[in-house]
């Protein structure tokens, strides 16, 4: 955790301080500082992942799920770590953009399982009452 | 590689700051502005192996391919 | 009556002509062994998995009165039973807290962007359908369970009856009868077709509100209310035509026998010994009468202890989850999980009141009322 502090205080007063000399560079240095403190956010999330993987093949739900559920958490970051990145750099069009694209990526992936949902929903409903 | 990283380019920022601000004092502008560009060019390339292993792990971690 | 003297008669000649048998225990041991109960055997072994009981086995060791040989062997049995289900209930935690673990990852992004509006969204469809996946496994079990429980009535039901009248005790059998049939043709029926249907569509209204609005909420639960009710309505039913019809079983039958014993006692010829063997085959008809409803009581019990047992845990799994998880990842995903933990619980109350209610028709022949 103190190295994720340390990583996110020297970048952002880098970043300030080259603002005053040079823009460009502080927009560099963000996207430096932000993918760093991201690969260390994921590091400790295969342990979550791998669990949760396990708990669902154990009980025989599709290994799909937990695929889609992890695609989607993966697309969601991407995408705001490029939103937040393009708005401190000014550009507010580039990031409305991005948001728009990975809004429909997600939910192009999450659109199978909202319909494997319904169709278990039914499914499990028939079965009952037959 | 990580926080020394951020010094490098804070680095070649100043020190592109520095090469420019002398080249229009001596009146070469379009060599400050031709200063100014390369060294864009090679902080983008020190940062862009880093970018790469980054998606690489979120590919290998989320499964998106 | 004329039954019940001819049966003792049956018993008295050979022990007017044999010497005073030492213990009770060996006319009984006769009467168990003309009752065959490898039917019931056979369907316990159909019906479950490695538990070790034989009622035929239990039936003689009740009679006898012996410890069993192995004087652990409930504890073992337990320790079978128990462990294998609490080890299932501990991966349904990790299942459902590795949802939320991940749910809340996602509540790290900036909440109001549309970004994680959307993902929200996307998730919770994904975590509802695999919450939903495994509950109904639950659900599919419990339905076997009534089935289970309807159709071990019937094959329970000859041998009881024809034990029952061929000793005389004619109420008592009219009494169970129409009983098992009330059990098996009513309250299962309304159960598997009413109760567990409304508390699965419930939980599944619960698990479709995916926008998180919680509008599908208030008739999920309100359906799994009914089912409540239902429930409750039934059981009640049961209980006052159970006690209408059965009431006086115990007592007529206990003054058929004392008539019959007197009538027998009343033979001059062979008055006082009479009197005392008649006394001892008596107490062998009552004492093999109770063993047997006890074999009966056991093997059902045994038959729906392992399911009861799982879908309870399931129950407990998921209401620890909603709770533990409110804090991290948000209203809508602990309301999934406590709605469904209702559902549960009905599932799991159909399932003991069926078989509380089969184990009270049984009643009569536990000897629970005074009979002589």
Known sequence: MERLLLIALVGSVTAVLLRAVRTEYAVIVGIVTAVLLLVFGIGSFTGIASVFERACTEFGVSSALPASALKILGLAYLTDLGVNISKDAGQQAIAGNLELGGRILIVSCALPSIVSLLETGAGLIRETLT | MDINLLFKIAGIGILVAVIVQLLRQNGREELATVAAVAGLVLATMLVLSMIVSLLETVRRTFALY | MNRAVFLLTVLLLPLCFASVPEKAGDAAEALVASVDLSEWDDWFTQNTEGIAFKPSDFLRRTVNA??????????????????????????????????????????????????????????????????????????????????????????????????LTLGGMEHSAAAIAPLFSLLS???????????????????????????????????????????????????????LFSVFRGATAGSADGFLLKTAKLALGGIPAVGGVVTESVETAYQCLMLVKNALGFSAAALLVLIAVKPVLSAALMRFALRGASALCEPISGRPYAELLRGLSDTMQVIVLAELASLAMALFALSPVFGVGRFS
């Open chain 3, 66 to 163: 012996e410890q069993a040989n192995d004087p652990d062997a409930w504890k073992k049995a337990a320790l079978e039973v128990v462990f294998p289900s609490l080890k299932t209930a501990i991966q349904y935690g990790m299942l459902f807290l590795g949802l939320a673990v991940l749910a809340s990852v996602l509540r790290g992004l900036d909440t109001s962007s549309a970004t994680a509006e959307t993902a929200e969204i996307a998730f919770r469809a994904i975590a509802s359908t695999a919450v939903l996946l495994v509950v109904f496994t639950e659900i599919r079990s419990a339905s076997l369970v009534l089935k289970r429980v309807t159709n071990t009535s019937e094959v329970l039901l000859p041998i009881l009856l024809g034990y």
């Open chain 3, 185 to 239: 043709d009513l309250v299962l029926n309304v159960f598997s077709r009413i109760v567990v249907p409304l508390a699965a569509i419930g939980g599944v209204l619960l698990a479709l509100d995916v926008s998180g609005n919680g509008n599908l909420h208030p008739i999920g639960r309100i359906l799994i209310r009914g089912a409540k009710w239902i429930l409750a309505t039934v059981c009640s039913v049961f209980l």
